[in-house]
């Protein structure tokens, strides 16, 4: 078992770069796969990037290109132009399975507010 913990969110202005950070409290991820999910205000959580613990990653469209996925221990998320869609709570989540729906993931993170200001 896992207890996924994030830090790194805030305010920025658009065009900005941003990282988030996840950690698993009392150990680490090993063999879990590992995921961030987003959720904005008035909508449902959504999958924003995964990386199985062999390096192989997954992005949602909206942020291909701009957001990066990374991990040793840490769960890393490398966020770079960022623009005010991007708005909201980042969760961080680990499973077994990579995949894009919240069901497949069996331990959550208490998420942290990322902001964007135009």
């Known amino acids: 078992q896992v207890q996924p913990v994030e830090s790194g969110g805030g305010l920025v202005q658009a065009g900005s770069s941003l990282r988030l950070s996840c950690a698993a409290s009392?150990?680490?991820?090993?063999?879990?796969?590992t995921s961030w999910f987003r959720q904005a205000p008035g909508k449902e959580r959504e999958f924003v990037a995964g990386?199985?613990?062999?390096g192989v990653t997954d992005y949602a469209d909206s942020v291909e290109g701009r957001f990066s996925i990374s991990r040793y221990n840490t769960l890393w998320l490398q966020m770079n132009d960022l623009k005010p869609e991007d708005t909201a709570v980042y969760y961080c989540?680990?499973?077994?399975?990579?995949?894009?729906?919240?069901?497949?993931?069996?331990?959550w993170g208490q998420g942290t507010q990322v902001t964007v200001s135009s």
């Open positions: 990386i199985r613990w062999n």
């Open positions: 989540a680990a499973g077994r399975v990579l995949g894009r729906s919240q069901s497949q993931y069996l331990y």
């Open positions: 009392g150990g680490t991820f090993g063999t879990y796969v």
